[in-house]
């Protein structure tokens, strides 16, 4: 237990669905990132959030739409994905400006059919 | 070239093995970050490194800056090792703070 947790832990989504991901952290972080890790490939930043602000999206498609509506909680609504956007989706919490580590949930594997 | 290299992609051992597992970088990083990751997909953080060396029971991290390299090693391995590690980098000045970029990973596997 990281103290970050992901749900749901598996989803299968057809290419016209809706769908959201949520994350939630129970650090007292002030920031929150979603991360993608694709099939041999390292992960990769999505988005970052830094006291509820977007402070980085990195060149993500506008399928993929992040909300944070507090500093514990981050969500990913999904629409219209294709079947490359099949990948394991992480989320993660920090606390920037103190030099600590990253805290990950256990994922969300996401399947697009 | 990646900004961030790990080596081996692959190793094998026996339990009781020392292991190495290496990175090298080619920016200026604030921390590297080495990261254990079991087949279900769920990360954990190993160790936060800026300078020298740190020691968490059986695993010794070090980085040196200078050289832009780091090492994770495990003494005395066991099965339960057996995971990806990854080495990652965070990002230096304004907003690049908690922003990490990623080696491929290693995958370990330790056999009985």
């Known amino acids: 237990e990281t103290g970050v947790t992901q749900t749901p832990r598996h989803l299968v989504m057809g290419m016209t669905n809706k769908k959201s991901l949520k994350c939630e952290q129970h650090l007292g972080h002030n920031a929150m990132y979603w991360y993608k890790q694709s099939a041999k490939k390292p992960l990769e930043l999505m988005f970052v959030?830094?006291?509820?602000?977007?402070?980085e999206n990195n060149s993500v498609p506008s399928r993929f739409s992040p909300e944070c509506p507090n500093s514990s909680h981050l969500f990913l609504h999904l629409h219209t994905l294709q079947p490359e956007d099949s990948a394991l989706y992480l989320c993660a919490s920090s606390q920037l400006g103190m030099n600590t580590e990253a805290f990950f949930g256990q994922g969300t594997r996401l399947t697009v059919v | 070239k990646n900004e961030v290299e790990q080596s081996p992609q692959n190793l094998t051992a026996q339990e009781g093995e020392f292991i190495t597992i290496n990175c090298s970088y080619s920016v200026g990083i604030s921390a590297l970050h080495w990261l254990q990751q079991h087949p279900g997909g769920g990360i954990v953080s190993l160790f936060m490194?800026?300078?020298g060396k740190k020691k968490h029971g059986r695993l010794i991290a070090t980085i040196n800056i200078q050289e832009k390299h780091s090492s994770l090693h495990i003494t005395a391995s066991h099965p339960r090792d057996s995971a990806v590690y990854i080495c990652?980098?965070?990002?230096?000045?304004?907003?690049?703070?908690?922003?990490?970029?990623f080696g491929q990973g290693t995958i370990l596997t330790v056999h009985p």
């Open positions: 490194l800026s300078s």
């Open positions: 959030y830094n006291f509820k602000e977007q402070t």
């Open positions: 990652a980098l965070e990002g230096a000045g304004g907003t690049s703070y908690g922003k990490l970029t």
